[in-house]
C-alpha cells in the first residue's frame, strides 16, 4: 500500500514567518502535486512537479521533488493569514490514480 | 454550472439507512473520482470512473458502497445500511484525464464542495 505521510500534522505561526511541510513515502511516484483546501470546500492544485529534485516558486510558495521522487516539501515564506487552511500532497500513480497524504492543517495568526 | 456540483451539501441519516449522493462533473470531463474525508485529513481514494466505466473500485470499503455513472456525467455514491464510521466528507472529482495518450502529470483534478455525511 502506497502511503504519503505529512508533517507536522498541525501548525499555528504568527504572520511574517516561514514554515515547511514535508510529504514522505517510502514509494516512489511518477510526478506530485500540493493541493490547499478551505473549509467547506474541496482542494484546489496549487502546483505539479514531476522531475526528481525539481523546484517551482509560486509567489511566496517554493515547491519541491525530492531526487529519488519519493518526498517533497512546500516552504512558505513571510506567511500570511490568506495562507491558511488544509495542505495536502498527492503522489500519482500509475496513469490516472492520486494517493493523498494524510494533511497538515496551517493556521496563520494576524 | 462552471464547476463540480455535489448534492446534497449535507445529509443526516440514521444508522441503517441507505442514502444516494449525487455528483454533477464538468462538462466534458471524462474521468471522475470519488473520495472520503474524514475530520478534516486526507483524501482516501474510492472509486475511478473513465467515461462510464469503472476500471478501478479498489477503494470501495466494503460491499455496502456502490456508484455509478450514467452517460458519462452524472455519478451516484450509494451507500447502503449505513454506520457510523461511515460519517465523513465524500468528496468528487472530475477531470479530462483520458488514459490514450497525455500525461496525468498535466491533469487538473477539480473538486465539488463535498457532502457532509453524518451517520446517528
Known sequence: ???????????????????????????????????????????????????????????????????????????????????TGLYLCAGISGTYKYIFGTGTRLKVLA | GAGVSQSPSNKVTEKGKDVELRCDPISGHTALYWYRQSLGQGLEFLIYFQGNSAPDKSGLPSDRFSAERTGGSVS?????????????????????????????????????????????
Open chain 2, 76 to 120: 451516484t455514491l450509494t451507500i447502503q445500511r449505513t454506520q457510523q464510521e461511515d460519517s465523513a466528507v465524500y468528496l468528487c472529482a472530475s477531470s479530462f484525464l483520458r488514459l490514450a495518450g497525455g500525461s496525468i502529470a498535466k491533469n487538473i483534478q477539480y473538486f465539488g464542495a463535498g457532502t457532509r455525511l453524518s451517520v446517528l
Open chain 1, 1 to 83: 500500500t502506497q502511503l504519503l505521510e505529512q508533517s507536522p500534522q498541525f501548525l499555528s505561526i504568527q504572520e511574517g514567518e516561514n514554515l515547511t511541510v514535508y510529504c514522505n513515502s517510502s514509494s516512489v511516484f511518477s510526478s506530485l502535486q500540493w493541493y490547499r483546501q478551505e473549509p467547506g470546500e474541496g482542494p484546489v492544485l496549487l502546483v505539479t512537479v514531476v522531475t526528481g529534485g525539481e523546484v517551482k516558486k509560486l509567489k511566496r510558495l517554493t515547491f519541491q521533488f525530492g531526487d529519488a521522487r519519493k518526498d517533497s516539501s512546500l516552504h512558505i515564506t513571510a506567511a500570511q493569514p490568506g495562507d
